[in-house]
C-alpha cells in the first residue's frame, strides 16, 4: 500500500523562502507522476507543480519561484519555493499516481505573513 508523509510547511515572511517534502512508501517507480497542489481557505484545490520522468509542469502563478525536484532512490518529491506571497498561503498536499489509482498526502501548512 503506497502512504506519502509531507512536511516542511510553516510560517514564513513575505519574499522567504520553505522547501516541502513528501515521501513515499510503497511500490512507486520513477515513471508515476508526483505532484503537489494546494489549496486556500474557501477555494479549490489546485495544481502547484508535477514531475513524471523528466519532465516538470507549473502553474503559471508559481512558474520562476517554485521548483520541484525528485530523489529516485528516496522515493521522495520536494517543492522549493521561493520569493514567496501571501497568496501562496495555503494547505499544500502531495499526490501520486500509480497504477493502483491515486494517493493523497495528509497536506502541511503554509502561512506567508508578516
Known amino acids: 500500500q503506497v502512504q506519502l508523509v509531507e512536511s516542511g510547511g510553516g510560517l514564513v515572511q513575505p519574499g522567504g523562502s520553505l522547501r516541502l517534502s513528501c515521501a513515499a512508501s510503497?511500490?512507486?517507480?520513477?515513471?508515476?507522476?508526483m505532484g503537489w497542489y494546494r489549496q486556500a481557505p474557501g477555494k479549490q484545490r489546485e495544481l502547484v507543480a508535477i514531475i513524471s520522468g523528466g519532465s516538470t509542469n507549473y502553474a503559471d502563478s508559481v512558474k520562476g519561484r517554485f521548483t520541484i525536484s525528485r530523489d529516485y532512490v528516496k522515493k521522495t518529491v520536494y517543492l522549493q519555493m521561493n520569493s514567496l506571497k501571501p497568496e501562496d498561503t495555503a494547505v499544500y498536499y502531495c499526490?501520486?499516481?500509480?497504477?493502483?489509482?491515486?494517493?493523497w498526502g495528509q497536506g502541511t501548512q503554509v502561512t506567508v505573513s508578516s
Open positions: 510503497g511500490s512507486i517507480f520513477n515513471f508515476n507522476p
Open positions: 499526490k501520486v499516481d500509480y497504477r493502483l489509482g491515486t494517493v
